[in-house]
């Protein structure tokens, strides 16, 4: 008689948000809701995690998927985790600019993320806290990890914002859209209308330039927008879909393309900066950058916006 091997189940995968607001607690429950991975979110914040959790714990419950959900204080409970991503510090405030988050960030993203890698070396580090590009640049300095395990969430949320825009103009399916926007994440970002298609038709060939021009500028200015409509919040439905696409990306082992803020070593003809563009995306984090042939034009702005983020790296 034959009798049956017993196949050891493989370890869940486990993903730590540092960060119980608005963007952390929607992404716990875009992951765990779409049964991805196992759950542990942190927060300074006595009570505040641990109530989150449990709560999302009793919609998994309706949801019918079986995925653990922690709350805790405690950066022990986060041990080996598979991706770490960032979303803690003070979010942006009507009249706020991104270099206002600056300093106060930089010291919250100091702390956690030393606490966090300490128990999870081997993890993808995501960012989210703004301003974007230079708390991603900064947390991979505190880190030590490689280039390629530190990734900052800003190209998929801007290229989102300008997909909606065009659709919304055109009056079509978002889903028919691909756009590009490189740069840092703020101001100075760099829509490129020439390189987003409508299924393969440049947008150029579809909108005239005063509307793409307007397209551009409310994209530019997305999460501002959005802060005074709100007034005493900002985003996170968006910002949290972005982060939850970039996830399931590493943990899939997707190889994806997409605009991120990754680490430049000569690409554009910039070096020794995290900044938006397209890379591919996957289980060692990111696998290469890609390298458009720019305009002259496009590449005079892109710099422009890289010398931005340097000034603000050289104020750490």
């Known amino acids: 008689m034959i009798m049956p091997t017993l196949v050891q189940a493989s370890r869940s995968p486990q993903v730590t948000i540092i960060g119980a607001g608005n ?57 080996n985790s598979d991706v770490i991503v960032l979303t803690a510090g003070l979010p942006r405030k009507e009249g706020m600019s991104r270099n206002d988050l600056l300093r106060i960030n930089a010291s919250i993203v100091k702390d956690v993320v030393s606490k966090a890698i300490a128990q999870s070396p081997n993890a993808i580090l995501i960012v989210v806290t703004n301003p974007l590009d230079v708390m991603t640049y900064l947390a991979w300095q505190v ?6 395990q530190v990734v900052g969430m800003a190209g998929v949320l801007d290229a989102a914002r300008f997909q909606t825009f065009i659709a919304m103009e055109l009056g079509i399916s978002s889903a028919d859209i691909n756009a590009m926007v490189l ?10 209308p020439r390189l987003s298609t409508v299924n393969s038709v440049p947008i150029t060939e579809l909108i005239n330039k005063d509307a793409i021009d307007r397209i ?31 996830v399931e990306a590493v943990l899939s082992d997707r ?14 003809g910039l070096k020794d900066i995290f900044m938006g563009v397209p890379v591919q995306l996957g289980r060692q984090g990111v696998e290469k950058i890609i390298e458009l042939q720019l305009t002259s034009d496009e ?8 010398t931005s983020i340097q000034e603000n790296i050289n104020l750490l």
Do not use: W
Request: glycine share 10%; charged share 15%; hydrophobic share 45%.
């Open 23 to 79: 963007v952390g607690g929607t992404l716990a429950h875009r992951i765990a809701e779409s049964n991805l991975a196992n759950v542990v979110l942190c927060d300074i914040v006595q009570g505040k995690p641990q109530g989150i959790a449990l709560d999302l714990m009793q919609a998994s419950a309706i949801a019918k998927v079986d995925r653990q959900i922690v709350g805790t204080n405690d950066y022990a409970d986060t041990k």
């Open 143 to 148: 880190s030590g990890f490689p280039t390629h």
């Open 183 to 192: 740069g840092g994440h703020g101001d100075l970002m760099v829509p490129l």
């Open 216 to 246: 551009v500028e409310r994209t530019r200015n997305g999460g501002a927008e959005i802060v005074k409509l709100m007034q005493n919040g900002s985003a996170y439905f968006a910002p949290s879909a972005a982060a939850y696409s970039m």
């Open 255 to 268: 190889h994806r393309l997409f605009p991120a803020a990754a680490y430049l070593t000569g690409e554009y």
């Open 299 to 306: 590449l005079a702005v892109l710099h422009a916006s890289a």
